[in-house]
């Protein structure tokens, strides 16, 4: 392949940056209740979203965090050239009810609680090649609807083993600028998105939903060693690794797979699952999952780490666990999958020399 864009065998480091000018999240109540829960956009105590279904309520979250990003890159939705969006839902159902009367031209994507990553790196793909000015790039999890689409009823009651973790409710929407119009418009943006690692579906033959953190710590290590691998860099060259919802039990194999692999990366690994809730106080077990789970926590506490420039290069790796409840009740195992986004804060002297 005979293209500068594309380095060692998964990454794309872009010539032409795309860069975050709007970030909205929305969160649930329990949410709120947690260590980033001052960082959130909205907050509803309401579970249905003054809806009559758990679906509904999701599709609800999708337009609001949407809306909330767009604001906040003054744009209207006419002016956004794509729509790169998902969830954990049979059909993308929450996805395709949500943001529907936007009328923005939609690529439906599904990567199970990796879909923030997914979706981030394609939109840059988007912007980077010229195909547009403008995309948005939103998920959401609902803990209701994913217990009854994946698990049992509410009702049911069953009990959750420590391994367990909690669907986070909440949705994460992002507006990613061209560099051009961004100067064209004369408009702000305190984060770039320098490039991506596309990971692979890993399976190690664990059959237990109530451990996925064990499903996706492989697929989590392999997209961190390949990105050292193509950008010849290691743990350092980064602040924070940041994965998606590995939970505490996944947490340690991934350190533990990755000191196998010759690099500690416990210093700079933060895991959103295991942040997002007080687990003990919030009776989360091994912490949180979901879509919404890593996106919620990139469009509220990592963008104002890197806005204040307390982070300045993240890899964000949002995580999946490829299973539905028919391949589970056929006894296949739950193969992962997870997505790199490289993320680098613009300061304001770097902003201006761009300018200039």
């Known amino acids: 392949m005979n293209n500068k864009k594309a380095v060692g065998k998964r990454s794309i480091l872009f010539s032409r940056p795309p860069v975050i000018i709007g970030a909205g999240s929305v969160a649930g109540e329990k949410e709120g209740q947690g260590p980033f829960g001052k960082y959130f956009d909205i907050i509803e105590k309401d579970p249905l979203f003054g809806s009559g279904t758990w679906e509904e309520a999701e599709s609800r979250m999708q337009h609001m965090s949407a809306q909330i990003a767009l604001r906040k890159a003054g744009l209207e939705p006419k002016e956004v050239r794509y729509l790169v969006a998902g969830d954990l839902l049979g059909q993308l159902i929450a996805t395709s009810f949500g943001i529907m009367n936007f009328n923005i031209p939609m690529f439906g994507v599904y990567g199970a609680c990796s879909t923030m990553g997914e979706s981030l790196g394609i939109g840059s793909i988007l912007v980077d090649g010229g195909y547009a000015d403008y995309v948005v790039a939103l998920t ?9 689409q994946f698990r049992y009823p509410l009702a049911y009651g069953s009990q959750r083993p420590y391994s367990a973790t909690w669907t ?8 990613l600028a061209s560099s051009e119009a961004r100067w064209r418009r004369k408009e702000t943006g305190y984060v770039e998105v320098v ?3 596309t990971g692979i579906i890993t399976d190690y033959g664990i059959k237990d939903s109530m451990n996925m953190g064990a499903c996706m710590a492989p697929a989590a290590a392999d997209v961190v060693l390949n990105n050292f691998k193509d950008l010849g860099v290691g743990p350092d060259y980064y602040d924070r690794i940041v994965t998606g919802d590995l939970g505490t039990i996944g947490q340690r194999i991934l350190i533990d797979m990755m000191k196998g692999y010759g ?8 895991d959103c699952g ?3 809730y007080y687990n ?14 890593s996106a919620i926590t990139l469009c509220g506490y990592i ?7 307390e982070w300045k290069r993240v890899l964000f790796i949002p995580t999946g666990a490829l299973l539905s409840t028919v391949s589970f009740n056929e006894g296949n195992s739950i193969p992962g999958i997870a997505h790199g986004v490289i993320l680098e804060a613009v300061s304001g002297r770097e902003t201006e020399e761009k300018r200039g």
């Open 140 to 148: 959401s999890s609902h803990f209701a609807s994913a217990e009854k």
């Open 168 to 175: 986070v409710t909440g949705s994460g929407a992002v507006v």
């Open 195 to 197: 490039g991506t690692t």
């Open 263 to 270: 690099y500690d990366i416990e210093q700079q690994h933060f």
């Open 274 to 276: 295991t942040q997002i």
């Open 280 to 293: 003990k106080e919030q009776n989360t077990n091994a912490g949180g999952s979901g879509c919404g789970c």
């Open 303 to 309: 963008m104002d780490k890197m806005r204040k420039n």
